[in-house]
């Protein structure tokens, strides 16, 4: 009996074609934890009906997955690039233990810095790794490349990665294909402990297991991979692209024989040289890291080294057009924007306004609060990436003279601190500096810089349903924290201004809590479901 099929043609997001192809690939679960441009792709999974949640961090969601996937399910797991830095660990060590089932990691590279600390190209990071990369170019291989994506991950049993970027993620576009019910996986924890336990007598040879698998993914790349030529099949100028500058490249060099690859990592460089074979000038278009142009060089394919300039920010027609004429000159400075800001009634104005009261040396993190270090406010001093507050923190009330030691306060977010904050509250508690420490805690009852979204503190999971809250302040009480209050930011300002006050002056531990719930969900009920995309999932098909 052939499988059941339905035609569907659907308006989505290039995050909403990557849950859609999840959903038609009948994946066992989906896990994550938001972080723009990728924040999307979950919820629009659950509304499919496919379960989902928010997990505390990317290394939590990394391990539920690979625990599905060692089951020999299908898992989807969801991050930005940053992201995948805390999800490494056990990620790099999967690409040697293997899966029984399939993992399929959605990175969101963000190009040009629309939204992170930095711009690092996750290519680089899979390639240390040996994970396979598969690169969309627009919304339809969104979709087409997140199955292909699994099927890789099913046929080789291997982690592989589905590289996005911002464009990719929150792009529009036509989705058209024929939903083909996948068969459910067979759901089993079957692997022998010399393949699933990576001490170093059973990873020295699964290493070498790992090489095979990358050797016969590329050998299938050259013969099978998925690939699109574009442009006059004898033209001189030679273009090996992938992603979203597949797009540039077309539009910018309608004259040029283009190559863009779907399968990134590995290679497939027996394809690539019969494409660029005679040809009087090569060029690789890409963002960010010259991965492209430098493997191809690395090959003995003399493809031409991108100027420096062309390494930073995202591509557009533009700068193709001057990339394929040799111009390297540095871009027009971008027309002035208005700088972004606190929303207008933020509780964190109030707190930041009581910082600045107390003379405050305030080592920040990762959240809307971030803002507090612009202007008018420019309240806070560090930020470097999520839960770095608390250990910077730490580090500078070790260094500084006493007086200056005694002004450092951590101010961290709920959603960071249930992140990455809990080991440096250990951390406090275990090595503290001898002027003691101040965290404070900005609650505003959700993961407000990426849209809203549940976390563990919240009370409620990704559909805003009731779920067991963890309540910040008992985790430092049961850390022994001498001094743990709660204030209301607005209500209680003077109460906070005063206890910061005193705290700067004493030699003990404080864990305070500024709650007040986000002007965005303040006044607005989480019972609404998220709504169901009008196309067909695995229970309507």
């Not at 009087?280 to 991965?291: G, S, W």
């Not at 000159?329 to 606190?342: F, G, Q, T, Y």
Request: proline share 8%; glycine share 8%.
């Amino acid at each position: 009996m052939m499988p059941m099929q339905n035609p569907f043609r659907v308006f989505l997001s290039g995050n909403e074609a990557v849950a859609l192809a999840a959903a038609h690939h009948n994946i066992t679960r989906g896990t994550g934890y938001p972080g723009t441009p990728s924040s999307e792709i979950l919820p629009a999974l659950h509304s499919h009906g496919v379960a989902a949640e928010w997990a505390p961090n990317e290394k939590v969601a990394a391990e539920v997955a690979l625990g599905v996937a060692f089951a020999g399910g299908r898992a989807l797991v969801t991050m930005k690039h940053v992201g995948f830095n805390v999800a490494a660990d056990p990620l790099f060590t999967a690409a040697y233990s293997g899966v029984s089932g399939a993992l399929v990691i959605a990175c969101a590279d963000d190009p040009g810095l629309a939204s992170s600390q930095n711009e690092q190209d996750t290519r680089s990071l899979a390639k240390a790794a040996g994970i396979p990369v598969v690169e969309p170019s627009d919304v339809q291989e969104a979709y087409d490349y997140t199955r292909i994506a699994f099927r890789i991950s099913e046929k080789w049993g291997i982690p592989v990665i589905l590289r996005l970027t911002t464009r990719v993620c929150h792009t529009g576009g036509i989705v058209s294909g024929t939903y083909q019910a996948e068969p459910p996986p067979v759901l089993a924890f079957t692997r022998p402990i010399e393949q699933s336990v990576m001490v170093p007598a059973h990873a020295r040879p699964a290493h070498k297991v790992l090489r095979g698998k990358l050797a016969a993914i590329a050998r299938w790349n050259n013969e099978e991979g998925p690939f699109k030529v574009y442009g006059p099949s004898d033209a001189t100028l030679a273009i090996v692209t992938s992603g979203v500058s597949s797009l540039h490249a077309q539009e910018a060099a309608p004259d040029a024989s283009i190559l863009s690859l779907g399968l990134t990592y590995p290679l497939p460089m027996d394809r690539i040289r019969a494409f660029t074979k005679d040809r009087k000038r090569i060029l690789a278009v890409e963002e960010n890291d010259p991965y492209l142009s430098e493997s191809l060089r690395a090959a003995g394919i003399p493809a031409e080294t991108n100027p420096e300039s062309f390494r930073h920010g995202e591509l557009n027609v533009v700068r193709v057009r001057r990339l394929i004429a040799g111009q390297p000159e540095p871009d027009a400075p971008p027309p002035r924007a208005k700088p972004p800001a606190l929303c207008k009634g933020c509780p964190h104005t109030q707190v930041f306004g009581l910082l600045r009261d107390v003379d405050a040396i305030v080592a920040g993190d990762i959240g809307c609060y971030t803002l507090g270090a612009l202007p008018p406010l420019r309240a806070l001093h560090t930020q470097l990436c999520m839960g770095a507050s608390i250990g910077m923190g730490l580090g500078l009330r070790h260094t500084l003279p006493e007086k200056e030691a005694r002004k450092v306060v951590s101010v961290i977010g709920d959603s960071t601190f249930l992140h990455t904050g809990i080991n440096g509250l250990i951390e406090m508690a275990y090595n503290p500096p001898p002027t003691g420490h101040i965290i404070l805690v900005l609650d505003n009852g959700t993961t407000a810089m990426t849209g809203q979204q549940e976390n563990p503190g919240t009370g409620r999971n990704i559909d805003h349903n009731p779920a067991r809250r963890i309540l910040i302040e008992d985790l430092a009480r049961a850390c022994g924290i001498e001094d743990v209050r709660v204030f209301h930011p607005t209500r209680e300002a003077d109460a906070l201004r005063t206890a910061l006050a005193e705290a700067c002056e004493d030699d003990r531990l404080h864990f305070f809590v500024a709650r007040q719930p986000c002007v965005l969900i303040s006044g607005r009920g989480r019972s609404q479901k998220t709504e169901t995309a009008n196309c067909p999932t695995p229970a309507s098909a």
